[in-house]
C-alpha cells in the first residue's frame, strides 16, 4: 500500500505556495541568524519571498522576525511593493538573452523555444515560476548565495526590452528593428 505524501512538516525549499489576490508568492530560503548579546545569542529568522502574478509582473522581498511566519510575511509584503513588470515574447519567454550581475554574483538568461521548459537552479526557477516564463535557459555564475542570484536575476530581467520599446527609444517602427516578416509575427500576438 502506497503511502499518501503527509502535509505539513518542512518540506522543500520551494514547497510553500499560495495564492493570494491573483499573486503566487514562493519563499526561496530561509535562514536561522544570531545576534550576540549580553546574555548570549538571540536567534531570529531571515527569509527571502519571490511574489508574481505569472503574466509578467515579480518582485522579491526580505523579512527577518523572531518567528518563521512573521519573517515571511514582511517577506511577502515587501516583495508586493517592489514588483517589476518584465516584457514577455508570446507570453512563455524573454524577448532576447540578458545577463545581470549583483555583487561577483553573474546570471545569463537565454530565450528559448517553445517545450523547452526551465532550466534554472533553486532561486532562479523560483523567480520565473512567478514571473510565468514558461521556457527559459538560466545560469549562474560567481554565486551560490540565493540572495544574490536572486538580485542578479532581477538586474537582468530590469534589462529586457520588448522590440516595441527598442523601437520607441530609436524612434524607429518595428519592422525596422526586426525585419519584416518577424515584425508581421509580432503584430500578429
Avoid: W, Y
Avoid at 545569542?41 to 519571490?50: N, S, T
Avoid at 516564463?133 to 526590452?161: I, Q, Y
Amino acid at each position: 500500500m502506497a503511502r499518501e505524501p503527509r502535509e505539513g512538516g518542512r518540506g522543500g525549499r520551494e514547497q510553500r505556495e499560495r495564492e493570494d489576490d491573483g499573486l503566487v508568492d514562493k519563499l526561496v530560503t530561509i535562514n536561522r541568524v544570531a545576534k550576540v548579546v549580553k546574555g548570549g545569542r538571540r536567534f531570529a529568522f531571515a527569509a527571502l519571498v519571490v511574489v508574481g502574478d505569472q503574466k509578467g509582473r515579480v518582485g522579491f522581498g526580505a523579512g527577518k522576525a523572531r518567528e518563521v511566519p512573521e519573517a515571511i510575511r514582511k517577506a511577502t509584503e515587501h516583495a508586493k511593493r517592489h514588483m517589476i513588470r518584465v516584457p514577455m515574447k508570446e507570453g512563455r519567454t524573454l524577448h532576447h538573452d540578458v545577463a545581470g550581475h549583483f555583487g561577483a554574483g553573474k546570471v545569463i538568461l537565454r530565450a528559448a523555444d517553445a517545450g523547452t521548459g526551465i532550466i534554472a537552479g533553486g532561486p532562479m526557477r523560483a523567480v520565473f515560476e512567478s514571473l510565468g516564463v514558461n521556457d527559459v535557459v538560466a545560469k549562474s555564475l560567481g554565486t551560490r548565495n540565493p540572495h544574490n542570484m536572486v538580485k542578479a536575476t532581477f538586474a537582468a530581467l530590469e534589462r529586457c526590452a520588448s522590440p516595441r520599446l527598442v523601437a520607441n527609444r530609436r524612434g524607429k517602427k518595428v519592422s525596422d528593428i526586426l525585419g519584416k516578416r518577424e515584425a508581421a509575427e509580432v503584430a500578429d500576438v
